[in-house]
């Protein structure tokens, strides 16, 4: 069963690679960027301007699109930008479906909440963000289908060693929590294949 793991604006870093090792399975990490990125700490705000003068929003939910329809991930796994750009495209695809998406502080995701995902979806949003009031945006995606929010009591980053918002036991607690999600729908795709 392959796993996508699809990067926040850091791209894919030591600290992802360590996510990762962490879970069983074919993991495939799909980045914004060329190029493994090397960052120790650098400012979010620089960052995320880099992000979006090199690849930007839509070229970054393009190349994830094009990830999934590559490697066929029962489970994709997104952060930040990246889940955002995971939702845009689950609704664009049309054949070979994961089976479900985990999204970590999805904030882009309030200018496309008319998408409509077809697969099963668990948002986990931070407990505020700073541009805008997550309330009404989850309250929209709480009334889709196949749509689960939770709203954590942590900050936008919280699962990034690299972020000033990481934070250590939320991330062993949803690293743990992916890997279950991994197991699960493995015992599932395979009890599938028994019984074809």
């Not at 689950?90 to 998406?101: D, M, R, V, Y």
């Not at 995606?141 to 196949?146: A, D, I, T, V």
Request: negative net charge.
């Amino acid at each position: 069963m392959v796993t996508l793991i699809v990067s926040d604006i850091y791209g894919h870093t030591a600290n992802l690679d360590a996510f990762a090792n962490e879970l069983v399975g074919d993991i495939v990490i799909c980045s914004p960027y060329e190029t493994k990125q090397s960052i120790r700490q650098r400012n979010e705000e620089d960052v995320y301007a880099q992000f979006v003068n090199s690849v930007g929003h839509d070229n970054y939910m393009s190349k994830v699109e094009r990830a999934i329809v590559s490697h066929r991930p029962q489970l994709v796994i997104a952060f930040s930008a990246g889940a955002s750009a995971a939702w845009r495209a689950i609704a664009n695809i049309q054949t070979n479906l994961p089976a479900k998406l985990i999204g970590f502080y999805p904030g882009q995701i309030r200018n496309y909440i008319d998408v409509q995902p077809k697969c099963q979806v668990d948002l986990l949003f931070p407990q505020q963000e700073a541009h805008f009031e997550l309330t009404p945006v989850i309250q929209v995606l709480k009334k889709m289908n196949n749509v689960s929010c939770t709203r954590t009591r942590y900050n936008h980053g919280f699962m990034n060693a690299l972020s000033n918002q990481f934070n250590k036991y939320a991330y062993l607690h949803y690293t743990h929590l992916c890997e279950q999600q991994i197991v699960m729908l493995q015992h599932s795709h395979e009890q599938e294949k028994l019984e074809v």
